[in-house]
C-alpha cells in the first residue's frame, strides 16, 4: 500500500534530520586538530649572553618545517637590518651570520617565519646578546599573517570540497553496495546520478580552487597577491590529492552512466569513489604526528566511513518513495546499509581506540581519566550498533525474504525498519558522547597536593600557576614535580620548557635536568644534602623578550620531624 502524503512527509523529515546529524558528524571528523610545528630549541639558547657573536644560530621544530619567499631576518637592538642567510633541514633551520665582526656588542633578534609540514605558517623570534644584553630593544616588524578573507575563504572551500567529496563517492558506494541489483526504478537511479554528479562538480571544483588560496595563506599573503602567481612547491601535496580527487571522482562520473552498473562496473566504481575520499588524508594534520602511517591508515578509514553514511542516506532520502512501494527490497536495502555502516563504525572503532592509546599514552589511562572512559563507552556503542546491523542482515531480512503473504512481508518489514531505527538512535548517542569526548582533555590531571610525605608550593607568573611538589621532601633522594596550569586548572604546555633551580642558603644545586612527562608537566630527581627551607625557581619564557621568575619554598623536615 502507498504511505499516505502525511507519513511520506514525516518519513522524509526522519530521512533529514538523520542527515543533518550524520553530516555533523562527517565534519567532526574532517576537521582537523588544531596543533602546528613548535620550536623547542635553540643554539644558541634564547636570551642567552655570549663571549662573542656566533657564526650561526640554529632552530630546531618538533616536526620538518620548510623556508617560504618570507626571508628569516635578524635586526640589532636598534631595530637595523643584519645580513644573515638562512636555510632548512628536516626540522632544523640555520640562520648564518656572514659578517660577524662588525656586530657589537648588545641584543640581536632573530624574527622567522616557516611553513609547518601540515601547511601552516608560523613564526616567531628569538634574542642573544653579544657581551652583554642592550637597555632596550626595538620589536621586529610583525610577521605577514593573511585576513580573515583568506581563512573563511579557506574553510568555506574545504566545507564545500568535504561535503562534494563524501556525497558523491558515498552515493557510488550506494549504488554498487546497498541498492539491490533488481531495483530497476529508473527516475530513482536517475535521481543518484544526478546529484552524485553536481556533487563531484563541487568537490573537484572545491578541491582546485583550495591550492592557491593555500598557497597565498602558508605565504601570510591576501587573495589578490595571486594576481601575480604562486610557489606551487608550498602546495604540493595539495595538488596530488585535487589531482587524485579529480581522477576518482571521473571514474564515477563515468561509471555513473550506465543506469545499471555490471559487477565488473561497480567495482570500477568503488575503485574511483575510493581513491577520491581517501585523497584529502593526504594533506593537513595527518603529517604532522607518528606513527605517520597507522594516523594516515585512521584518516582514510574514517574518510571511507563518512562518505558511506552521509552518501547511504542521501541515497536512501533519494530512493525512499520507490522502495517504500517494495517491501523486501526496501527490507535488503536497508539491511545492506545498516551492515555496511556497522562495520565500518567498528573498524573506525578499533582505529580510534589505537589513536586513543597513543594519545594517551597508556592503556591503564582509559580508566584512569575522563577522556579514556568516555572512548571505552564510544567504542561500546560502536560495537552495539555493529551488532544491530548484524543481527538485521542476518536475522531480520531472511524472515522479511521467506514471508509468505502481504501481511507477513508488511509486519517483518515494519520489524527491520524499527531495528534501524533503534540503530540510528544509537549512532545520536554516540555522536552525543563523542560531542562531550571532545571536549575533554587527555592531558595528565593537574598536580594536587597529595597524602603522606609531599610537600606543595604555589606561585605564579602573570596568568599561569606555578606548582611544585617535592616527594618524599626529605634529606637525600626526591622527586621534584613542577606543573603549569591556567586559570581554569588544565595545564599549559609552553614553546620552551622552564628552567628549574634549587637551591638552600649557601648550598646551590643550580639548574636540575627535568624531563617532561605530559603536557605542561616536568619531573626531575633531585639530591638533597640537609633538611631545612628550599627555594625552587621557575623561570619562564612567556614572550619574545620576558622570562620572568616565580620562587617559591618546600620546608624539607629533620629525620624525626613530622
Known amino acids: 500500500m502507498t504511505p499516505s502524503g502525511p507519513g511520506r512527509r514525516r518519513r522524509a523529515l526522519r ?98 617565519f616557516v611553513l609547518s609540514t601540515d601547511g601552516h605558517p608560523i613564526s616567531g623570534s628569538l634574542t642573544f646578546s653579544v657581551g652583554e644584553r642592550s637597555a632596550s630593544v626595538a620589536e621586529p616588524p610583525p610577521a605577514p599573517t593573511s585576513s580573515g578573507v583568506v581563512t573563511a575563504v579557506l574553510g568555506v572551500l574545504g566545507v564545500v570540497m568535504y561535503v562534494g567529496l563524501l556525497v558523491a563517492a558515498g552515493l557510488a558506494a550506494f549504488v554498487a553496495l546497498v541498492l539491490p541489483w533488481k531495483f530497476r526504478v529508473e527516475a530513482a537511479r536517475r535521481r543518484v546520478r544526478t546529484v552524485a554528479r553536481v556533487a563531484a562538480v563541487a568537490a573537484v571544483v572545491g578541491a582546485v580552487l583550495l591550492v592557491p588560496v593555500a598557497a597565498a595563506y602558508a605565504e601570510g599573503a591576501e587573495l589578490v597577491d595571486l594576481l601575480g602567481g604562486f610557489d606551487p612547491s608550498l602546495v604540493a601535496d595539495e595538488m596530488v590529492s585535487a589531482l587524485l580527487l579529480t581522477a576518482g571522482l571521473a571514474v564515477v562520473w563515468v561509471t555513473l552512466t550506465d543506469a545499471h552498473p555490471e559487477p565488473a562496473q561497480q567495482r570500477l566504481l568503488l575503485c574511483g569513489a575510493g581513491v577520491a575520499a581517501i585523497s584529502p588524508a593526504l594533506v593537513g594534520h595527518t603529517r604532522s604526528y607518528e606513527p605517520r602511517a597507522l594516523l594516515l591508515v585512521s584518516d582514510m578509514v574514517h574518510l571511507l566511513a563518512g562518505s558511506v553514511w552521509l552518501g547511504g542516506l542521501v541515497g536512501l532520502a533519494l530512493t525512499a518513495r520507490a522502495l517504500a512501494r517494495r517491501e523486501r527490497l526496501a527490507a535488503e536495502t536497508l539491511a545492506r546499509f545498516s551492515l555496511l555502516a556497522g562495520g565500518l563504525l567498528v573498524t573506525v572503532a578499533a582505529a580510534g581506540a589505537v589513536l586513543g592509546w597513543r594519545i594517551l599514552g597508556s592503556w591503564s589511562a582509559f580508566v584512569d581519566t575522563r577522556y579514556g572512559v568516555l572512548l571505552l563507552v564510544k567504542i561500546g556503542l560502536a560495537l552495539v550498533i555493529a551488532a544491530i546491523g548484524g543481527w538485521n542482515r542476518f536475522v531480520v531480512l531472511p524472515r522479511v525474504v521467506g514471508a509468505a503473504g502481504h501481511d507477513d512481508r508488511t509486519r517483518t518489514a515494519g520489524t527491520l525498519t524499527r ?101 605542561g608537566t616536568y619531573e626531575a630527581r633531585v639530591v638533597l644534602p640537609r633538611a631545612g627551607e628550599w627555594e625552587v625557581q621557575v623561570g619562564l619564557r612567556v614572550s619574545r623578550f620576558e622570562s620572568p621568575v616565580t620562587t617559591m619554598t618546600i620546608d624539607v623536615p629533620a629525620t624525626g620531624e613530622d
Open 15 to 112: 530521512l533529514a534530520a538523520t542527515g543533518l546529524v550524520a553530516l555533523c558528524a562527517v565534519l567532526a571528523v574532517a576537521a582537523p586538530a588544531a596543533a602546528h610545528a613548535q620550536l623547542i630549541s635553540t643554539d644558541p639558547v634564547d636570551g642567552a649572553v655570549l663571549e662573542q657573536a656566533p657564526s650561526e644560530v640554529t632552530m630546531t621544530f618538533n616536526e620538518p618545517v620548510r623556508l617560504t619567499e618570507r626571508e628569516i631576518t635578524v635586526y640589532d637592538a636598534d631595530g637595523n637590518e643584519m645580513a644573515s642567510e638562512a636555510s632548512s633541514t628536516g626540522s632544523d633551520v640555520v640562520v648564518g651570520l656572514p659578517d660577524t665582526d662588525s656586530m657589537e656588542r648588545g641584543t640581536y633578534v632573530v624574527a622567522w
Open 419 to 519: 531495528t534501524v531505527a533503534l540503530e540510528a538512535s544509537v549512532i545520536v548517542v554516540l555522536l552525543g558522547v563523542t560531542g562531550f569526548l571532545v571536549n575533554q582533555s587527555p592531558r595528565p590531571a593537574p598536580v594536587e597536593v597529595a597524602a603522606g610525605q609531599t610537600g606543595i608550593a604555589e606561585g605564579s607568573v602573570g596568568e599561569i600557576e606555578v606548582f611544585a611538589g617535592l616527594t618524599p621532601r626529605r634529606q637525600g633522594q626526591n622527586t621534584l614535580l613542577v606543573q603549569l596550569q591556567d586559570g581554569a586548572g588544565e595545564p599549559v604546555t609552553l614553546a620552551r620548557a622552564p628552567v628549574v633551580a634549587v637551591r638552600s642558603g649557601d648550598v646551590d644545586l643550580g639548574e636540575v635536568e627535568l624531563v617532561e612527562t605530559g603536557a
